[in-house]
C-alpha cells in the first residue's frame, strides 16, 4: 500500500490544526499598544503550539519518506496520532486564556506525552510493516531523544503543579531538542546510507 494517501490526509489535518490555533488570536478591540497587552499569553500558547505542531509535521514527513510501504496497523497508528495532536488547539486556547495557569499547563503536558507516545507506536508500526524492518530500526536506533522527551512531558506534568513555568520551560526543552530531525532518518528518505550521516 502507497504512503501517498495516508501523508496527504495527515498534512491537511496538520494545517487544520493551524488554522484553528491562529483563529484564538481575536484582535483587540482598540487600536493601541497597549491592547494588544491581553493577547501576549495567548500569542505565546500559539507559537509554542505552532513549533510542537510543525516538529510533526516535519518528522512524519520525514518518516514517511523513509517508508516503502504501510499497512491497516500504520493507518490506525497515524490516526492514533492525529487524534492526540488535534487536541492541541483545545490546550492551545486554554492555556493562553487562563495565562499558563496550573491546570491548563499539566493538561496540555498529558496531551503532549500521549502525542509522543502515539508517535512512537506508529514508528514501531511503520517498522513492521516494511519488507526489511532493519533498516528503519537501524535509522531510528534507540531512539533516545523519544524517550528522553516522554520523560521531560511526564516530569513537566509533576512539576506544573510546584510552578507552571518550569513546565512549559521543559515543553520548550523539548522543541528546541527535536527541531531538527535525525539526520539518519533524513538520509534514508534521501537515498543515502545512515550509517554514513550517524559518523558525520
Do not use: C
Not at 501517498?4 to 493601541?32: C, K, N, Q, W, Y
Not at 494588544?36 to 518518516?63: D, Q, R, T
Not at 492541541?88 to 499558563?100: L, N, R, S, V
Not at 520523560?151 to 527541531?179: E, P, R, S
Amino acid at each position: 500500500m502507497d504512503s501517498g494517501r495516508i501523508e496527504a490526509f495527515s498534512d491537511g489535518v496538520l494545517a487544520i490544526l493551524i488554522t484553528i490555533m491562529v483563529l484564538e488570536l481575536h484582535a483587540p478591540e482598540h487600536t493601541s499598544l497597549t491592547a494588544l497587552k491581553p493577547l501576549v499569553p495567548v500569542f505565546a500558547a500559539y507559537v509554542l503550539s505552532f513549533v510542537f505542531v510543525g516538529i510533526y509535521w516535519n518528522n512524519h514527513h520525514h518518516l514517511f519518506h523513509a517508508t516503502e510501504q504501510v499497512d491497516g496497523a500504520v493507518l490506525w497508528a497515524n490516526l492514533h496520532l492525529l487524534f492526540w495532536l488535534s487536541m492541541i488547539p483545545f490546550a492551545t486556547a486554554w492555556m493562553g486564556e487562563h495565562h499558563f495557569a496550573t491546570i491548563p499547563v499539566a493538561v496540555s503536558g498529558l496531551l503532549y506525552l500521549l502525542a509522543a507516545v502515539a508517535y512512537v507506536i506508529l514508528q514501531e508500526a511503520i517498522i513492521h510493516a516494511q519488507s526489511d524492518p532493519s533498516v528503519l530500526r537501524a535509522a531510528l536506533g534507540s531512539d533516545v531523544k523519544g524517550k528522553l522527551s516522554m520523560l521531560l512531558y511526564v516530569a513537566a506534568i509533576g512539576l506544573a503543579f510546584v510552578n507552571h513555568w518550569i513546565a512549559v520551560a521543559l515543553f520548550v526543552a523539548v522543541a528546541i531538542m527535536w527541531f531538527v530531525p535525525d539526520r539518519r532518518l533524513v538520509a534514508i528518505a534521501e537515498g543515502s546510507s545512515p550509517e554514513a550521516e550517524a559518523d558525520r
